[in-house]
T-cell receptor, first 113, second 113 residues
Framework: DTAVSQTPKYLVTQMGNDKSIKCEQN?????MYWYKQDSKKFLKIMFS???????INETVPNRFSPKSPDKAHLNLHINSLELGDSAVYFC????????????FGSGTRLTVV | DAKTTQPPSMDCAEGRAANLPCNHS???????VYWYRQIHSQGPQYIIH???NNETNEMASLIITEDRKSSTLILPHATLRDTAVYYC??????????????FGQGTTLQVKP
């Protein structure tokens, strides 16, 4: 059983399209995150939800909208995709007690052409 | 946000101990130090974390200086599969018990036969 699973693993799409990436965790964690890793391999946090409530919203274009239907899911919807959105997107989860580790998914490689 | 400084790259001979240093001189008294690694383009993998005391688990040991301004991750017997980018992170506390991990550039560890 994969602890944090993301779908799809690869996504190739044209500029201007709208796409979604799904994330599910079966660890019983109450906090989930989205990170973006660009071509320079720099990992940057985008969003975080704790018990379905948005707690982190970094400087991300409003074309990106996270949605958390329940504690086990955090989806990322991207409108009007741009070339610069090409990156690997990682989902992660944790239990919101100080000192707990984060578990990351295997990533979704998004390529905008 | 507390920042970390790591050497960009290190080499280690297979079977020898790998000692990865990290400086975090602006760390606050209640902030944890985390270590993660990323192999190729896989999702970051949790290694270990600590607050004040030295910690050891099945993967590694973490040595934190008494003033908490620096730490060292020790892989006791490095193997070729330990070749990865290693990230030293100070967890930023948010409201309640939530927090966020801010990744730096990390240290690329190359284990050589």
């Amino acid at each position: 059983d994969t602890a944090v699973s993301q779908t799809p693993k690869y996504l190739v799409t044209q500029m201007g399209n709208d796409k979604s990436i799904k994330c599910e965790q079966n660890l019983g964690h109450d906090t989930m995150y989205w990170y973006k890793q660009d071509s320079k391999k720099f990992l940057k946090i985008m969003f975080s939800y704790n018990n379905k409530e948005l707690i982190i919203n970094e400087t991300v274009p409003n074309r990106f909208s996270p949605k958390s239907p329940d504690k086990a899911h955090l989806n990322l919807h991207i409108n009007s995709l741009e070339l610069g959105d090409s990156a690997v997107y990682f989902c992660a989860s944790s239990q919101a007690n100080r000192g707990q580790g984060y578990t990351f998914g295997s990533g979704t490689r998004l390529t905008v052409v | 946000d507390a920042k970390t400084t790591q050497p960009p790259s290190m080499d280690c001979a297979e079977g020898r101990a790998a000692n990865l240093p990290c400086n975090h001189s602006t760390i606050s008294g209640n902030e944890y130090v985390y270590w993660y690694r990323q192999i190729h383009s896989q999702g970051p993998q949790y290694i270990i974390h600590g607050l004040k005391n030295n910690e050891t688990n099945e993967m590694a040991s973490l040595i934190i200086t008494e003033d908490r301004k620096s730490s060292t991750l020790i892989l006791p017997h490095a193997t070729l599969r330990d070749t990865a980018v290693y990230y030293c992170i100070v967890r930023v506390d948010l409201t309640g018990n939530t927090g966020k991990l801010i990744f730096g550039q990390g240290t690329t560890l190359q284990v050589k036969p």
